[in-house]
């Protein structure tokens, strides 16, 4: 699909709106469907399966990964291969992100089910009640549903890469839509529990890969080939690929690392604990999904500016997106404090789970900024091809703030210690994030003249 005067000629704001709109639109539903699970698992009133909830969240995210490692890699070089001029490179690049995922994930899932039970132990599910629930939701969601839904994601990001977001976020949007509507059936009219949210999850996933993949079969003068037979291994596009897709891997992993750590060390507090954590973090996944559906819709955009050396393209859309976001994370932050206590009953009534989550609330919400920019800026290096930089930003955000501050604040502030470690690491993140975006942008400059 030719999108040439959505990235060439139309102005930026009107090519930003374009393509972020209907990815954005697309990451509301997946929000939605995503906290879908914690309301109507949080309205069984049972602490047990929304902790397995909390538990399974982490795991689940490693299917995420796979498809960021291959999808977003895959999604950052065929965009800028369009700006090169070299579609030949694209098709290879598509070809290999599609069917590397496969591999990649089937790998997991041998892996999981090898090592269910001290993976599960060691996610935080210390109560034979909450394995046995988070044994049944990952079950359905990751063994069985692992293809599908790595599938649908990766086939997203191909189909983004070429500017066609709204094909790719129509996609994405009818597996939101009918998880929501098959949580209601088996959660709630069915009472089938967390098992049943597990399933409603697998089949949402599989109606969205279907729909992909007839969207990418039947596109004309696609760049996307998915045909094996048309298959030719190509070691430099391969790197390329998984070169910028590590970064975005790696925030997954270490991502998954960190909520593992807390949801462990929240477990000596007890299930409410645990399920007014995991509550509060499904809430805040709002500051994540807007986000993503911003920084996914304009990474075409970005890609191909730099690929045809239009600078000040590229930087436009950089500030404007900057823009958007400062004010769409000083929201995030006002409504968390001033709103904290309904937005909790919405998702639970059960008195504890709430009055514990209205102070983790009002202090994981400070992170929304942090978390907001560390995001745009890796999709800037990620466009730009520069993995290292993007990989950096990832490993000190994770590895050398979070993950030790998670240790530190325990000691020292208990639960509070541990909900404030994510807004301190993501701000100071912010700051590294601004000082490597300017030195990157002056060198790239300098290296234009």
């Not at 995420?64 to 001029?85: Q, W």
């Not at 496969?102 to 060691?122: D, H, S």
Request: proline share 3%.
């Amino acid at each position: 699909m030719n999108n040439k005067d959505v990235f060439e000629n139309m102005t930026v704001p009107r090519a930003v709106a374009k393509l972020a709109i209907p990815t954005v639109l697309s990451q509301l539903v997946v929000l939605i469907y995503n906290l879908a699970d914690a309301f109507f698992v949080g309205h069984t009133n049972d602490p047990s399966q929304i902790a397995a909830l909390t538990v399974s969240f982490p795991i689940f995210m490693c299917l995420t990964m796979v498809a960021n490692l291959f999808g977003i890699g895959a999604n950052s070089f065929i965009s800028r291969s369009l700006g090169e001029k070299k579609p030949d490179n694209a098709r290879l690049a598509s070809t290999f992100g599609f069917y590397g995922s496969f591999i990649a994930v089937g790998l997991l899932i041998l892996i999981l089910n090898v090592f269910n039970l001290p993976i599960f132990r060691m996610a935080g599910a210390v109560t034979e009640s909450t394995l046995a629930h988070t044994q049944s939701y990952l079950f359905w969601t990751f063994t069985i549903g692992g293809i599908p839904t790595v599938g649908s994601m990766v086939l997203a990001h191909l189909i983004r890469s070429e500017g066609n977001t709204k094909q790719a976020s129509i996609g994405v949007a009818l597996g939101g839509v009918l998880n929501i509507v098959l949580d209601g059936l088996f959660v709630s009219v069915l009472g089938m529990g967390i098992g049943g949210a597990g399933i409603a999850t697998f089949i949402s996933n599989l109606i969205s890969f279907g729909y992909l993949l007839t969207v990418a079969l039947r596109t004309k003068d696609s760049v996307i080939v998915l045909n094996p037979l048309k298959f030719r291994f190509d070691k430099n596009i391969a790197s390329s690929v998984i070169l910028v897709g590590i970064p975005a891997a790696a925030v997954i992993i270490l991502g998954t690392v960190a909520n593992i750590l807390l949801t462990n060390s929240m477990s000596s507090y007890g299930d409410i604990s645990i399920a007014a954590q995991g509550t509060v973090q499904k809430i805040g996944s709002v500051g994540i999904q807007i986000t993503v559906g911003l920084t996914q819709g304009i990474m075409p955009l970005l890609g191909y500016c730099y690929g045809a050396g239009n600078l000040k393209r590229f930087k436009s859309v950089s500030s404007l997106s900057f823009i958007i976001l400062a004010i769409y994370a000083g929201l995030c932050i006002a409504l968390a404090e001033i709103f904290a206590e309904p937005i909790l009953h919405i998702f639970t009534s059960e008195t504890q789970t709430v009055e514990k989550g209205i102070d983790f609330i009002r202090i994981w919400f400070l992170c929304v900024p942090g978390m907001c920019f560390t995001n745009l800026f890796g999709a800037i290096f990620q466009s730009m091809g520069r993995w290292f930089q993007s990989l950096l930003l990832s490993m000190v955000r994770q590895l050398v703030l979070l993950i030790p501050l998670l240790i530190i604040l325990k000691n020292f502030g208990g639960e509070t210690g541990l909900m404030s470690a994510q807004p301190i690491a993501d701000t100071l993140t912010l700051v590294m994030g601004f000082i490597m975006y300017i030195t990157v942008m002056k060198k790239t400059k300098e290296a234009s003249v």
